[in-house]
């Protein structure tokens, strides 16, 4: 499925199967889970896309020189050269490149990828199970590590990312607040489901002070709302690629010590921390499937909120 430039339905197209360079390896993909920043590139939020692209970062398949079962995140490469790369920042390094964005994804029977930023899956998951793990996983398990040692954490947005976030806090035994579009009473019933002690609209305030926030939802206005119900010293972290602009809002609501800080892509490390834990703590996702050829069709699926939990093409 390519996307030929932004705001245009992608296109189902046959094209001849990628050949690996030196370096890389060619996977078969299984499955490949649809992330919001699918929907930023596609709407053109983010500019700067190879095109024509295969999208997609959250894939899930076997090597096939090997059999080996791999995931593709995010991160595709970087120049292991730089002040940020050499100081434990990849993440950070000024010429990475990154899967379904400068390099053709996962939404296709076949991709490329440079196998020193796979990731090996975990034994019992399904290849429908593992994709969601290697970005709504990485990326929220990142932003949690980003929240410190905060007991009470607040969710604003429950999909894809805070669904399995939300297991990891609740094993490590914190309390997860989760707050949804208001009047949703699906998600917040869901989220109770996926270990929140409370939920409720973003609107709403919650039952105790929050000691940090994570904001999933692309709404810049989240963050003051979450300023206002978080403790002095709290952290309020914004875990999404793009978001709309943040309103002005009166100083007082920094003061005593708040801050506010970005999650920014993923290091290898990330990755292999949260797999290790997903191989201890089993993670359980809701799940709705869709075809490759079916792929616009989950796209706006999630840009409108029509299900709860994440959408995984299957091949």
């Not at 119900?229 to 943040?246: E, L, P, Q, R, W």
């Not at 506010?260 to 990330?270: E, G, H, K, M």
Request: proline share 5%.
């Amino acid at each position: 499925m390519i996307l030929r430039g932004a705001r245009q339905p992608l296109q189902l197209v046959n094209v001849p199967t990628p050949q690996p360079k030196k370096g890389e390896v060619l996977i078969r993909v299984e499955a490949c889970a649809v992330c919001r920043t699918d929907l930023h590139i596609v709407d053109g939020e983010l500019t700067d896309p190879k095109l024509p692209l295969i999208i997609g970062h959250q894939i899930a398949g076997v090597i096939e020189s090997s059999g080996e079962r791999v995931g593709v995140p995010w991160l595709g490469w970087t120049d292991e050269t730089c002040h940020y790369c050499t100081t434990g920042r990849e993440n950070l390094c000024d010429r990475a490149r990154f899967t379904g964005y400068t390099i053709d994804g996962g939404y296709a029977e076949y991709c490329v990828a440079d196998p020193r930023y796979c990731h090996p899956l975990p034994d019992g998951y399904a290849f429908e199970e593992a994709a969601p793990l290697l970005c709504g996983g990485l990326i929220g398990f990142r932003a949690l590590r980003m929240a410190g040692d905060a007991r009470r954490i607040g969710f604003y947005g429950f999909g894809s990312s805070a669904q399995m976030v939300a297991q990891v806090a609740a094993a490590e035994g914190r309390e997860v607040y989760a707050f949804t579009r208001d009047g949703d009473k699906s998600a917040q019933e869901f989220a109770m489901r996926m270990c929140a002690k409370w939920a409720g609209g973003s609107g709403d305030t919650p039952p105790e002070k929050l000691d940090a926030a994570i904001i999933f939802a692309p709404v810049g206005a989240l963050v003051v709302t979450a300023l206002r119900n978080i403790v002095k010293g709290g952290v309020v972290v914004c875990a999404g690629i793009h978001m709309s602009d943040i309103p002005s809002f009166p100083y007082e609501l920094l003061w005593e010590e708040r801050s506010i800080r970005s999650v920014a892509n993923l290091t290898r490390r990330d990755g292999q921390e949260f797999l290790e834990i997903a191989r201890k703590t089993r993670i359980v996702t809701q799940r709705t499937t869709f075809a490759l050829e079916k792929a616009n069709e989950a796209l706006s699926a999630l840009r409108s909120g029509e299900f709860v939990g994440t959408a995984v093409i299957t091949i």
